[in-house]
């Protein structure tokens, strides 16, 4: 499990995308689970530790062969 310790002023959702590239509602989900002790600051403050753990993300294939 990767940890970031914030800045003053970082906020979580910014913080879940720029690790995973994505808010997906199971990413959110998984890092909020692990974060628990953040769940009542929108706003963090210096130093607080974020923990940021595995996720293995599927991408979904297209049943598409061309996009026209």
């Known amino acids: 499990m990767n940890q970031y310790m914030a800045k003053d002023g ?5 913080i879940i995308f720029k690790a995973y590239r994505s ?3 199971d990413v959110v ?3 909020l689970d692990a ?10 403050q210096a130093g607080d530790i ?3 753990p595995e ?6 294939q ?3 062969e061309a996009l026209w």
Not at 55 to 60: C, L, P, R
Request: net charge negative; glycine share 0%; aromatic share 4%.
């Open 55 to 60: 996720i293995e993300q599927t991408i979904q």
């Open 50 to 52: 974020v923990y940021l």
């Open 29 to 31: 989900e998984k890092v």
């Open 10 to 14: 970082d906020r979580l959702d910014i």
């Open 35 to 44: 974060n628990e002790h953040l769940l009542d600051s929108s706003i963090l």
């Open 23 to 25: 808010l997906d509602k």
């Open 62 to 64: 297209s049943t598409t």
